[in-house]
Each structure stands twice: as structure tokens, then as C-alpha cells.
């Protein structure tokens, strides 16, 4: 068991992780929405008001998740002035995996972009 959970632990951190959960907590901390709400949640959970708790979250949630995804998306904003082959980069970014996604982004740039 021991053995798994450091396979497990070292697959984390050969992956990254650590940076990403590191940029979506700095994003979820710099938003303002979020930041409003989050006394309101703490507050209600000290009165043991999980009614409002669901409240609040179901009335902010769009409005938080967009402003976190603006943040941590990390995709190139392409324009056709920009790109010399746009066809082309855009059937390289579509074959992109999850993981490793923003190295394959800029080596599909930099195929056929530059």
C-alpha cells in the first residue's frame, strides 16, 4: 500500500501538479466575487445555515467559475495576422492531450506560426 501512495505522490509531482494547484488557488484568491461571498459561507456555517450556504453558492457560481477559467486558461489567443499557417495550427492544437497541453500549444506555435 505504502509503495502505491508513493507511486502516486511521485506521479503528482513528475506532472506538475503542484504548479497548477498553486496557480488555481492564486486565481480563486483573486477573485473579487469569490472573495465577497466567503465571509457570507463562513458565517453561515458558524449558524449552521447550510440552506444559505447553497444559497449563495448556487446564486455565484457562474459568475466565480468564469473568472477563475479566465485566469487559469493558458491557451494562445490566436489571430490569422499572427499566424502564418492557421489551418494547420489549429489541426495541431485540437490533437494537444491534457497533459502536457501547454508544451504541445507552443510547439504547434512555433511549427507553424513562425
Not at 501512495?5 to 480563486?28: G, I, N, Y
Not at 483573486?30 to 465577497?36: M, P, V
Not at 489551418?87 to 504547434?108: F, S, W
Request: glycine content about 4%; aromatic content about 8%.
Amino acid at each position: 500500500m505504502r509503495t502505491l501512495l508513493l507511486l502516486f505522490l511521485f506521479a503528482l509531482v513528475a506532472c506538475d501538479f503542484e504548479q497548477k494547484v498553486l496557480k488555481f488557488a492564486s486565481c480563486a484568491f483573486e477573485s473579487k466575487k469569490l472573495r465577497e461571498n466567503l465571509p457570507k459561507v463562513i458565517e453561515a456555517l458558524k449558524d449552521g445555515d447550510f440552506s444559505k450556504i447553497l444559497s449563495i453558492g448556487l446564486s455565484s457560481f457562474v459568475e466565480i467559475k468564469n473568472e477563475i477559467l479566465d485566469c487559469v486558461n493558458d491557451e494562445p489567443v490566436l489571430s490569422a495576422s499572427d499566424c502564418k499557417n492557421s489551418i494547420m495550427y489549429m489541426a495541431c492544437i485540437k490533437g494537444c492531450p491534457i497533459l502536457g497541453r501547454k508544451k504541445c500549444l507552443n510547439d504547434c506555435w512555433n511549427h507553424f506560426c513562425k
